[in-house]
């Protein structure tokens, strides 16, 4: 069956520090795979795209991976600040003629002070 | 300039009742889809239209309809309320049906008692 899976359990770290989310799937070939950040109550913000024949993507204090072969895209959030406290959410591009991003259920980070 | 607007931003209604949410995009972009968010979950695709044709469809009764209008904007509307209907709606502007980002308004906050 098709899966796209984030990291479940919330990530707690210190700021400062490398938070690193995950998201692997399974069944999917997509064509890009997106990084969105919500924070509660709110819609989801744009943050990263990353192509299938793209490794690696870089914004700011952000940086994407993206590995086709073990299905999977690494998300970084490097000197993290509480401010980055909030659910990160991948989004997968379900090639074909549905036009539907299919979604991760989301990784919930706190920085802590 | 103006982010994608949503309204209203919090409804109640009862079972059985009817409900229209609305949208206006990003000026400039003739992509709109339309999201449901349950507590807890990632967005789950329910509509994207694109110059005011429907061009995907999720995997939600037919009580679930939209449609764009020549100025962009859009209407989802449910019909027949269930108590599971309770969500988030989220509107999603972007300037293609594919491949770029998605700006998300602030949603729609749906309670059905």
């Known amino acids: 069956s098709q899966k796209i899976e984030q990291n479940s359990e919330a990530l707690n770290i210190q700021e400062g520090k490398t938070a690193t989310l995950t998201c692997n799937y399974t069944?999917?070939?997509?064509?890009?795979l997106q990084w969105y950040r919500q924070d509660p109550g709110r819609g989801p913000v744009f943050l990263l795209l990353?192509?299938?024949n793209e490794k690696e993507k870089r914004k700011e204090r952000l940086k994407v991976t993206f590995d086709t072969t073990l299905k999977q895209s690494l998300f970084h959030i490097t000197a993290s600040q509480p401010a980055d406290s909030a659910t990160y959410l991948c989004a997968l591009d379900n090639a074909g003629n549905n036009r539907k991003l299919i979604w991760g259920l989301g990784t919930s980070l706190a920085v802590n002070p | 300039d103006a982010g994608v607007t949503q309204s209203p931003t919090h409804l109640i209604k009862t079972r059985g009742q009817h409900v229209t949410l609305r949208c206006s995009p990003i000026s400039g972009h003739k992509s709109v889809s339309w999201y449901q968010q349950v507590l807890g979950q990632g967005p789950q695709f329910i509509f994207q239209?694109?110059?005011?044709?429907?061009?995907g469809r999720g995997n939600f009764p037919d009580r679930f309809s939209a449609r764009q209008f020549p100025n962009y904007s859009s209407e989802l509307n449910v019909n027949a309320l269930l108590l599971g209907d309770s969500a988030l709606y989220l509107c999603?502007?972007?300037?293609?049906?594919?491949?770029?980002?998605?700006?998300f308004g602030q949603g729609t906050r749906l309670t059905v008692v």
């Open positions: 990353i192509r299938e």
């Open positions: 999603a502007s972007s300037s293609k049906t594919r491949g770029t980002e998605a700006f």
């Open positions: 069944n999917y070939s997509p064509a890009y």
């Open positions: 239209y694109y110059e005011k044709e429907e061009r």
